[in-house]
C-alpha cells in the first residue's frame, strides 16, 4: 500500500500561548499545562503502532514529540520544515501591541493576505504552505504503509487542514487548532492529503487553548 497514516499534533501550552504573543521562530519552551498536555498526549498514543515521529526543532514542539517517543519507543528526528511560521518583527509582541504600532499590518494579516511578509525576515502564509507541503511530501513519502506522528504548531496544522481539505489560505477558519489534541490524515502519492479526524481533545480533561490568529 502507497497509504501513509499521519498523525499530527500542535506542541503543547506555553506562557506566550496565554499571553496571545506572538511566537513564531522564537524557542518558548512549555508551560506547566502544556507539559501535562503533553504527557496526555503520550499515553493516548501509547499503544498506536508508530514507525517515526518528526518534529519542528523548536523547543515547544520538540519537547512535546520527545513525550510522544517516550511512550511509544518510535524513533524521532528534529524537523527545521516543520518550524511555525516566521512572523519577523511581530515575534516576542502581542496581538494587541501588533495592532496599535503596525495597524496597516495588521490588518493584512487579519485579512489573511497569502502574500504579506511581516517585516525583519517574516514568511507569508503562501511560503509557509509551500515550505509545509514540501516538507509532508518529503516526509510522508518515506512510509508507504505506515503511519507516522508529526508534531508542530498552530501555524502548520491550519496549513495541513487546508491542504486536505482544498481550502484556500484566505478561507475563514471553522475548525479548532487546539494545543496537544490528535490530529488524523491521510496522505498518497497521487492525491496528496486527505482528513480522517481533527481536533480530538478526549485525552485532555481541561480545555486547551486553541490557536485564534493563525
Known amino acids: 500500500m502507497h497509504v501513509t ?9 506555553t506562557a506566550w500561548n496565554v499571553d496571545t504573543r506572538i511566537q513564531g521562530h522564537l ?26 515521529i ?26 527545521p520544515e516543520l518550524r511555525e511560521r516566521s512572523f519577523g518583527d511581530f515575534q516576542g509582541r502581542t496581538f494587541a501591541q501588533i495592532e496599535a504600532e503596525s495597524p496597516e499590518d495588521a490588518l493584512r494579516w487579519r485579512k489573511r493576505d497569502p502574500d504579506f511578509v511581516p517585516a525583519g525576515g517574516g514568511e507569508s502564509l503562501t511560503m509557509l504552505r509551500t515550505r509545509i507541503d514540501a516538507a509532508v511530501n ?6 508507504p504503509g505506515e503511519q507516522i506522528v508529526l508534531v508542530a504548531h ?20 471553522t475548525w479548532q487548532l487546539t494545543n496537544a489534541a490528535i490530529n488524523r490524515l491521510l496522505w498518497t ?17 481541561q480545555s486547551s487553548r486553541d490557536e485564534i490568529h493563525s
Open 27 to 52: 524557542d518558548i519552551p512549555l508551560n506547566d499545562v502544556g507539559q501535562w498536555q503533553a504527557q496526555q498526549a503520550a499515553k493516548a498514543l501509547a499503544d498506536e503502532n508508530i514507525h517515526a
Open 138 to 143: 518529503t516526509l510522508a513519502g518515506r512510509h
Open 189 to 205: 502519492p497521487d492525491s496528496g492529503l486527505s482528513l480522517v479526524g481533527w481536533a480530538d481533545t478526549q485525552h485532555l480533561n
Open 5 to 13: 497514516r499521519i498523525i499530527a499534533i500542535r506542541h503543547g501550552e
Open 54 to 79: 518528526y518534529s519542528s526543532d523548536l523547543a515547544r514542539a520538540f519537547a512535546t514529540a520527545q513525550a510522544v517517543a517516550e511512550a511509544t519507543g518510535a524513533s524521532l528526528t528534529p524537523c
Open 154 to 173: 498552530g501555524g502548520v496544522m491550519d496549513v495541513l487542514y487546508r491542504l486536505a481539505t482544498r481550502l484556500d489560505l484566505q478561507a475563514p477558519r
